[in-house]
């Protein structure tokens, strides 16, 4: 069964070049949409702002109580709210105006941002604050991620929704790898509340693209305008198989294989490594993935989503496996970037899939469903691969975690053999 590519020789627009023969990430979305352009830049720079402002806290919280479990509470600070408030965000994001709900929540993580900086600049340290603050953003963001990616398919054609989901993965990538690094040198040079004042001009990007959209209420047909509801989403998803399907690989992939918790062990054990090799370790995924944004051209003549994603969830697994059984840093770090610019592949279908298949009405919860996913997802696999390292050794957890996620896709696969016969030019959910 062959992955099917287009049958044209040329591009949807007149000069462009043939699908099959792109090669870089398909740039035509911010040619041919001003309003696009502008969202992804604006949430381009934003999102490195973000990333800026999640190292600060992490580094202000450790300075005040020299306590790593205390900056472990940042991130539970950040997910709860993440998971609770992400299928309200959804439902509100089906009911309301979405540019206004992206205009007022990113204007809320910018005075959040300005919050930060204002008390580092009167000298009040307060690790409550820190947390109430990182909590207030993870609200925002959950507010503000489905209002934006549903606003996508109404700013493109169809056909330019992969080529647009790989651009908006080079921008989360860019800036998971980026941000970091941009607001350690900040904070070493001028201290934390400059790193949070960057964060807050950076969002003014994201608030000028917000306010230069038209208005986007959710299509909701002829009838009156109702109140979106989360078990309303849910019950659609019971119904939709296929849109389950991209949930589900998924999860096989987040929970069963992700090794992420076990790099302090490895990096020790296997590569007799520091701190430095645990930062390598770390930041190959995030390679491989920006490798797999830059190099995305191809993705756009894909036809078959389904099995796209069954291919390249396995594939991930299969890297997984691979890096369990390396003992060389550098092979270990080939394969966890193969693994990374997999993921990479999946995303793209994945949220493509939920933007081609799912009404108008439905996308906000849907997208809400993703955020939980995805937030939850690797905190489910850190406990899974920590708790069977503990039981039998890191080898066994990340070779036996990969094969299982493997074995998991395939199984799903031949479960609901449709999914893996989805075709994008005739989307089923």
């Known amino acids: 069964m062959a992955l099917t590519t287009t049958d044209d020789d040329t591009g949807p627009d007149k000069g462009e070049p043939p699908l099959r023969s792109r090669i870089f990430a398909d740039l035509t979305p911010l040619r041919t949409s001003p309003d696009y352009r502008r969202l992804w830049c604006g949430n381009t ?7 800026m402002t999640a190292l600060a806290v992490s580094l202000q919280v450790y300075a005040i109580t020299g306590s790593t479990f205390s900056v472990g509470l940042v991130g539970l600070c950040s997910l709860v709210p993440l998971v609770v408030f992400g299928l309200y965000g959804g439902a509100i994001a089906d009911t309301v105006d979405r540019r206004k709900l992206g205009l007022y929540s990113a204007a809320g993580a910018t005075a959040m941002s300005i919050m930060l900086a204002t008390a580092a600049l009167a000298g009040y340290h307060r690790v409550w604050l820190l947390y109430t603050v990182v909590a207030l953003q993870a609200v925002c963001f959950a507010m503000n991620s489905p209002a934006r990616t549903s606003m ?24 998971l790898m980026g941000g970091p690094m941009l607001g350690g040198v900040i904070v070493g040079l001028w201290g934390y509340q400059a790193a949070y004042l960057i964060d807050a001009v950076a969002f003014t990007g994201a608030l000028y693209a917000m306010w230069r959209l038209p208005s986007m209420l959710p299509d909701q047909g002829d009838g009156p305008r109702r109140r979106a509801s989360v078990l309303d989403g849910l019950r659609f998803l019971a119904t939709r198989p296929n849109l389950r399907m991209t949930f589900f690989a998924d999860m096989a992939a987040m929970v069963l294989a992700q090794p992420r918790a076990l790099f302090p062990a490895v990096a020790v054990l296997w590569f007799g490594g520091d701190a430095k090799t645990v930062g390598l370790l770390v930041a190959a995924p995030a390679v491989g993935a920006v490798l797999g944004g830059l190099f995305s051209g191809w993705l756009g003549g894909i036809r078959r989503h389904g099995l796209a994603i069954l291919i390249s969830v396995a594939a991930w697994g299969a890297a997984i496996a691979c890096f369990g059984l390396s003992r060389h840093l550098w ?37 809400g469903v993703f955020i939980v996913v995805v937030a939850g997802g690797p905190r489910l696999g850190d406990f899974l691969a920590g708790s069977t390292a503990d039981l039998t050794s890191p080898a066994v957890a990340i070779i036996g975690g990969g094969l299982a996620c493997v074995l998991a896709v395939t199984a799903l ?9 989805y075709d994008a030019r005739d989307p089923r959910p």
Do not use: H, K, Y
């Not at 696969?413 to 016969?421: C, E, M, N, S």
């Open 45 to 51: 720079i934003s999102w490195m702002g973000q990333q």
């Open 152 to 175: 996508i398919p109404r700013l493109l054609p169809t056909e330019q929704l992969p080529a647009a989901n790989a651009l908006n993965s080079l921008t989360s990538n860019l800036g």
């Open 331 to 367: 092979l270990g770090l080939f394969f966890l970037a193969v693994a990374g610019c997999a993921d990479t592949i999946s995303m793209v279908f994945r949220s493509t899939m939920l933007q081609a298949a799912t009404p108008d009405e439905m996308r906000g919860r849907l997208q």
């Open 413 to 421: 696969g031949l479960g609901r053999r449709a999914f893996a016969r």
